[in-house]
């Protein structure tokens, strides 16, 4: 079983920028697509990103332009670079591999991004 931890999050005012990382613990990564999601209090887990095995790319319409998701197979690591941060993008923030845009892997801890407005 592949384990997920991400890191990265923290407490941001408006309009700021983080960069979360997942780490994969097997080179099984590099064969599965990626995605970074996301879950808001009270609210359902929503997908953010997608990054294919082969660096394709597709974002929710609320992380278009802003967010940029990355991967590094060399280091079993995917990433979530986002700008320009807004109140709205508060949550706990996770990563899975993906079929499609279906998680098919056990989901981490998550990282807590707070965006201060």
């Known amino acids: 079983q592949v384990q997920l931890v991400e890191s990265g999050g923290g407490l941001v005012q408006a309009g700021g920028s983080l960069r979360l990382s997942c780490a994969a613990s097997?080179?099984?990564?590099?064969?599965?697509?990626m995605g970074w999601y996301r879950q808001a209090p009270g609210k359902q887990r929503e997908l953010v990103a997608t990054i294919s095995s082969g660096g394709t790319t597709n974002y929710a319409d609320s992380a278009k332009g802003r967010f940029t998701i990355s991967r590094d197979n060399a280091k079993n690591t995917a990433y979530l670079q986002m700008n320009n941060l807004k109140p709205e993008d508060t949550a706990v923030y996770y990563c899975n591999m993906v079929w499609g845009r279906e998680p098919i892997g056990s989901w981490g801890q998550g990282t807590q991004v707070t965006v201060s407005s």
């Open positions: 097997s080179s099984i990564f590099s064969i599965h697509g």
